[in-house]
């Protein structure tokens, strides 16, 4: 009966994904906000990369009184898409869920989306967040107002916030999934695929989680984020010159009202 209870419990289990670099200032709030979520049954893979300050030792500090807390080190740097992949490697969950090494969930995140998921059938789901600066005040709320989002939506525009998004491999064709190797927008990838291939996909207009808006990351600056995203159309999703013109452009749009 015990090994049934186990059983059921693992097969629940939530794996979230921490990719670190340098975060020491803001690590632990990170960590406190996943440690203190209703949800109880998680793992958490923090995947060091390279950092020069703190952030180890602070990691280390939660997880000697916490096993859920795991810390894979790379031995160089080798950015945020490859350290996402080495946590899903290492997943022993059935959700997955990501979230930065600055940023923040609400405490009921894990137990509100999985019960959104499991009423929807859902094998990607993500919500709404809350946008704050470096020293945690609010800066305004990016809501979800298209819950069912479709392929060609998303190519105009990434409405999933990272932080916010789970994925339930159980409705997965295949258990494992890997983001594309490129600096930034491998997430954009990673939905894109999974919407593509036709998987019940939506959106919760709760705000579950908090964007941590920093300045010299990035995603603030506009160039590296256009770049990446041409990139994106062009390398990954293998999009014609003409229609990834076309997306850039829509992309370069929705863009510009998330910062109005």
Same mark, same amino acid.
């Given at each position: 009966?015990?090994?049934?209870?186990?059983?059921?419990?693992?097969?629940?289990?939530v794996?979230?994904?921490?990719?670190? *670099?340098?975060?020491?200032?803001y690590?632990?709030?990170?960590?406190?906000?996943?440690?203190?979520?209703?949800?109880?049954?998680?793992e958490?893979?923090?995947i060091?990369?390279?950092?020069?300050?703190?952030?180890?030792?602070?990691v280390?500090?939660?997880k000697?009184?916490?096993?859920?807390?795991?810390?894979?080190?790379n031995?160089?740097?080798?950015?945020?898409?490859?350290?996402?992949?080495?946590?899903?490697?290492? !997943?022993n969950?059935?959700y997955? !869920?990501?979230?930065?090494?600055?940023?923040?969930?609400?405490?009921?995140?894990?137990?509100?989306?999985?019960?959104?998921?499991?009423?929807?059938?859902?094998?990607?789901?993500?919500?709404?967040?809350?946008?704050?600066?470096?020293?945690?005040?609010h800066?305004k709320n990016?809501?979800?107002?298209?819950?069912?989002?479709? *392929?060609?939506?998303?190519?105009?525009?990434?409405?999933?916030g990272?932080?916010?998004?789970?994925?339930?491999?159980?409705?997965?064709?295949?258990?494992?999934?890997?983001?594309?190797?490129?600096?930034? =927008?491998?997430?954009?990838?990673?939905?894109?695929?999974?919407? =593509?291939?036709?998987?019940?996909?939506?959106?919760?207009?709760?705000?579950?989680?908090?964007?941590? *808006?920093r300045?010299?990351s990035?995603?603030?600056?506009?160039?590296?984020?256009?770049?990446?995203?041409?990139?994106? *159309? =062009?390398d990954?999703?293998?999009?014609?010159?003409?229609?990834?013109?076309?997306?850039?452009?829509?992309w !370069?749009?929705?863009?510009?009202?998330?910062?109005?």
């Amino acid at each position: 009966m015990r090994k049934q209870l186990l059983g059921l419990m693992m097969s629940d289990l939530v794996t979230v994904i921490t990719p670190m *670099y340098n975060s020491g200032k803001y690590i632990e709030e990170t960590l406190e906000s996943v440690i203190s979520q209703t949800y109880e049954n998680w793992e958490m893979f923090i995947i060091d990369d390279g950092s020069s300050d703190n952030s180890v030792k602070v990691v280390n500090g939660f997880k000697n009184f916490d096993d859920r807390i795991k810390l894979i080190i790379n031995e160089e740097n080798q950015g945020a898409a490859l350290s996402r992949n080495i946590g899903i490697r290492e !997943a022993n969950g059935r959700y997955i !869920a990501f979230l930065d090494s600055d940023d923040l969930w609400v405490p009921t995140k894990l137990e509100e989306q999985i019960k959104f998921m499991s009423k929807n059938q859902l094998a990607l789901s993500y919500s709404s967040y809350e946008k704050i600066d470096e020293f945690g005040n609010h800066i305004k709320n990016i809501n979800v107002v298209n819950t069912q989002i479709t *392929y060609h939506d998303l190519l105009k525009s990434n409405y999933i916030g990272c932080l916010t998004a789970m994925i339930d491999l159980t409705m997965m064709e295949q258990k494992k999934i890997y983001m594309p190797n490129i600096t930034t =927008r491998h997430d954009h990838g990673l939905w894109l695929d999974i919407v =593509r291939r036709g998987f019940n996909v939506s959106g919760n207009p709760k705000v579950l989680a908090k964007y941590r *808006y920093r300045k010299g990351s990035i995603s603030f600056s506009k160039f590296k984020s256009g770049y990446y995203q041409w990139k994106l *159309y =062009r390398d990954i999703e293998k999009i014609n010159l003409l229609s990834s013109f076309y997306y850039m452009v829509c992309w !370069a749009w929705f863009g510009s009202l998330k910062r109005i």
